[in-house]
Nanobody, 121 residues
Framework: QVQLVESGGGLVQAGGSLTLSCVAS????????MGWFRQAPGKEREFVAG?????YYADSVKDRFTISRDNAKDTVYLQMNSLKPEDTAAYYC?????????????????WGQGTQVTVSS
């Protein structure tokens, strides 16, 4: 059974930093794309960042967030710097069976339960 478990969310002041982690179990995703999405209250879930060999980002987080992966640990990270109140959301880790620059929810096959990030002004 595939599981993705996120951690690292919390409350932070604007301008601060947080690092999210996502540990995968049940299969290896070293040859698959992985990503982070987020959903704010009353809004649809949106793509934040994805990673194959390299990371790629939504415009709203480019130059502030960094995605990375450690295949030996089946873990993907999201380093978030210069956080803004509009970054407040539940953040979800996602894994695909495929490889590529995947940005649509439908392209990912496995999802974590989410971790809350709240940025105060």
């Amino acid at each position: 059974q595939v599981q993705l478990v996120e951690s690292g969310g919390g409350l932070v002041q604007a301008g601060g930093s947080l690092t999210l982690s996502c540990v995968a179990s049940g299969r290896t995703f070293s040859s698959s794309s992985m990503g982070w999405f987020r959903q704010a209250p009353g809004k649809e879930r949106e793509f934040v960042a994805g990673i194959t060999w390299n990371g790629y980002y939504a415009d709203s987080v480019k130059d502030r967030f960094t995605i990375s992966r450690d295949n030996a640990k089946d873990t993907v990270y999201l380093q978030m710097n210069s956080l803004k109140p509009e970054d407040t959301a539940a953040y979800y880790c996602a894994a695909s069976r495929r490889w590529g620059r995947l940005m649509g929810e439908y392209e990912y096959d496995y999802w974590g339960q989410g971790t809350q990030v709240t940025v105060s002004s």
